[in-house]
Structures are given as C-alpha cells and as structure tokens.
C-alpha cells in the first residue's frame, strides 16, 4: 500500500469506528446535525433564560422619578415620639404600593450622628431590614418591634436585637411652607450613613457594602 493511499481517510463514520456511526453516514454530516442539534438547543434555552434574565434585572435599570408628597402640618410632629404617616412607594396601583412612614421633629438631643443635622425631620420606613415585614412603633418601650422574627430598633431606627443587618431605613424630608414633605428612601449603616436604597437582609457595614453595590439608576439627593 502507499503512503498516499495509507494516508487517506474514509468519509464514512463507520469505517472511521466513531461511536453511534450508522451505515452510510458521513462525517460532514455528522457535523452538520450536531452542530444544528446544539443551535437549536441554545436557542430553546436562550428562550426561556433571557426573559427570566430580563424579569430579574428589568427593576435594576428602571429609573424611579423622585417625588415628595406631603404628610402633614408641620405641628402635627413633635421631638420625642413617632407619628405613622401613609407614604405611596409605587404610583399607580393603589394600596398595594403604599406604605407606612414614622416620622417626628429632629431632635438635637437624640440625633447627634452628624448624617443627621441636614434634615429637619426624620422619617423611618416600616419595612423591617431583615426580610421587608412591616414593623410598629412601640411609644412605651421606645422601640420598633417587627412580629415576623423579632426584629426589635431602638428610637434612631438602629437594630438592638433579633436577625436585622441593618437599621430600618429613611426617607428624605423637607419642609414646604407650613406643611412636612417626605421624598425618596435611601438606606443607612449602623452608623446611619446614608447609602442608596437597599433591598431587605443587604447589609451595609464592612464588605457587606460593597457585596451589594447600589443600583445603576440611583442616585442621592
């Protein structure tokens, strides 16, 4: 035999004893339906992973317009104990995006962390920091107690006790004539640093910050 013909390879898959051969089929062939087999595999997941993606992500990138929506006289607030108002965290659906907001005058003898000398009111969101239940305002214990897995904050909203990672978080405020206005959330650390909002159990002190990134389209006022 030459080295020509000793060279030469058969187009067939069984004379070549690849695995699965059947008679009469060729490697180009077999190429071809394999490749066709993984396209089309790749499109069917492609198919339900980038709309599963899109759902995921879709909230990240969505710009929320910053409102202030007025809450009360700003009489109705003194320095030493909470008022529950009812703030709209998502326009358009009706109580479903609603909210409860506790709010009181900025009190000098009790707000000395230095995040706090901006503001003439301060506003805590209800949203427990562990997993998002809603949480009361106890006056006789001076604390907030969340009922789901006994989360409890002290009078600034820092946790003192229970699974909580973080504070409760705030809410700017302002005021406009006569009348105390609340805007957007923003999240703090156990020194109440400000962050950009945070989801529940995304903790913001050490590495944890930086193991939850603020979202693209937020921004600090």
Known sequence: MSDKHAKHKSKYTADRMIPGAFEGETVTRRRFMTGTAHTAGGIAAAAFALPALGFALGPIFKKTPHTWQTVGPASSFSEDNYVPVVVTLTPGIGEAGTSTAYVR???PKIDTDPYDASTPYIAISSRCAH???????????ERFICPCHGGVYDLL???VGGPPVRPLDRFYTRVEG?????????????ELR???PRDPGEPLDGIG????PSRPTERKL
Request: glycine content about 8%; aromatic content about 16%; proline content about 5%.
């Open 105 to 107: 005058k900025f009190n």
């Open 131 to 141: 997993l998002g239940c809603p949480v009361r305002w106890v006056d006789a214990a």
């Open 157 to 159: 909203g820092k946790r």
């Open 178 to 190: 006569e009348s105390v206005q609340i805007g957007p959330r923003f999240s703090v650390n156990s």
């Open 194 to 196: 400000r962050f950009s």
């Open 209 to 212: 910050q930086y193991l939850y």
